[in-house]
Structures are given as structure tokens and as C-alpha cells.
């Protein structure tokens, strides 16, 4: 008999709660960049882009859409009996495959030009992290469970490195030169979001990888991690700009 791995209510809650989150972030940070001049508000428009997309894939997840079932065929080793095989179903929640490959590079943006990262080395992140996104999507939907799956989990960690060295040792060598402060702030900033982006990689590998996670469990963590990159990430980062005017960019 086959088997499915699918959500529940306390799933669908958490999916409402967080679009409500989101929908919220979105009209508080409008109304900051309202209150801004506008050649201050590139950050801004920026961090309200990023929650709009969220909102949008969580209202759609929320309502069952962007999800699809994925079967494993999963061998029984019985001892005496011929082997038998039988079938694993799970969702795969593939709208968060289209909000991240439009959010996390906003997302990078917004440290890009905080750092003061030049046009290459913002497209090189850019380019990277997309890369990661798409091919982590290709892993999710790795063919029944073979092991081409993990290689491209694999090729997926590497691009996530590219990231990592362009914001760690570019990013940070910017930051540092535009004076203490800010060279401060992109430290604390550019810390918290590797620190909450390497978790992203973790579940998936739990979840989606190796389905020891239910499906309500890689919601609540995902929800967990999703408000503190998007939501807390952007109110700190819009906060601290009206305060330090050295992370002005002109664009
Ligand atoms: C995947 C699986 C393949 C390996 C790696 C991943 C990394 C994902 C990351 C996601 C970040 C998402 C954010 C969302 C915003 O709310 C695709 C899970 C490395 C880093 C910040």
C-alpha cells in the first residue's frame, strides 16, 4: 500500500499565520519608505519586494497551491519473503522554489549595496545563489529517490559557498573600507543571515532529502527561519539605515 506524507491542520496554520506575518511586514514596511525622502528609499522598496513575494507564496501554499506529490519507491527487506517494494508519497512544496529564486536574491542585493559590492561581484552572488535555488529544486524533484538527487544537493552546496565567499571576504572588505560603523552593522547583518541561511540547507536535507522530518515539522521550521530572513532581517536592516546615513547608495 502506498504512502503519503502530507500535511495537517497544524501545517495549514502555521502556512495562514505566516502570510499574515508577511502581509503585515509588507504594509509596515510601506509605510517606513512613505516616511522616507525618496532617494532613501532603495532599501526599502527592495525589503518590501521581498516580503511581497513571500506573501504571495505562502498565500499560495496556504490555499494548497505550489505543491506537488513526489513518489519514492521504497524496497522492503522482509527476511523469508521475495523483496517487495512500495511507494512513498510526499508533498513537495515547489512554490518555495519560486519565492526564493526571487527573494533571496533581493536579499543579497540589500547586503550587496550596504557592503558596497561592485557590479561584478554582485552579479557573480547573484547568478550563484540562483543557481543554488534551481538546483535544489532539481534535487527535490531528484528522480524516485536515486542518488543524482544528492549530487545535485551537492552542486547546490557549491554555488551556496560562491555566495558565502562573495559576501564573507568581498562583502566584508567593502564594508570595512566605507568606515567602523557600517563595516560593524554588514558584520552583524551579513553574521545573522549566514548563520540563518546555512539552517535552509539542513532542513532540506531532513525534510526533503531524507523525509526523517514530517510535513508539518519542515513547515514550522521553514515558517521559523522564513520570518527571521525576510520580516526580522528587513526591519533591522530599515531601522538601522534611517539611523546611520554612511549606508546611503545612490542609485
Ligand atoms: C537548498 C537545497 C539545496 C542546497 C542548498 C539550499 C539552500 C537554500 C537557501 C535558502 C534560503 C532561503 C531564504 C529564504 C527567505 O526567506 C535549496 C535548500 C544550499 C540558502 C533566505
Sequence with gaps: LPEYQTITETGTRTLWAVFVLMLLSMIVFVGLSWTTPISKRLYHIITTLIVTFASLSYFAMATGHG???????????????????HDVYRQVYWAR?????????????????????????????????????????FAAFGSEGTPQKWGWYAIACIAYLVVIWMLAVHGRANAMAKGGKVGKFFASIAGFTLVIWTIYPIVWGIADGSRKMTVDQEIIAYAVLDLLAKPVFGAWLLFTHQSMPETQVEL
Excluded at 505543491?67 to 517494494?85: A, C, G, L
Excluded at 533581493?106 to 540562483?130: E, F, Q, R, T
Design 67 to 85: 505543491i506537488s506529490y513526489h513518489r519514492t519507491t521504497v524496497t522492503d527487506s522482509h527476511r523469508h519473503v521475495p523483496d517487495t517494494t
Design 97 to 137: 522554489y519560486v519565492d526564493w529564486s526571487l527573494t533571496t536574491p533581493l536579499l543579497l542585493l540589500d547586503l550587496a549595496l550596504l557592503a558596497g559590492l561592485s557590479g561584478g561581484h554582485i552579479l557573480l552572488a547573484v547568478v550563484a545563489d540562483v543557481i543554488m535555488i534551481l538546483t535544489g529544486l
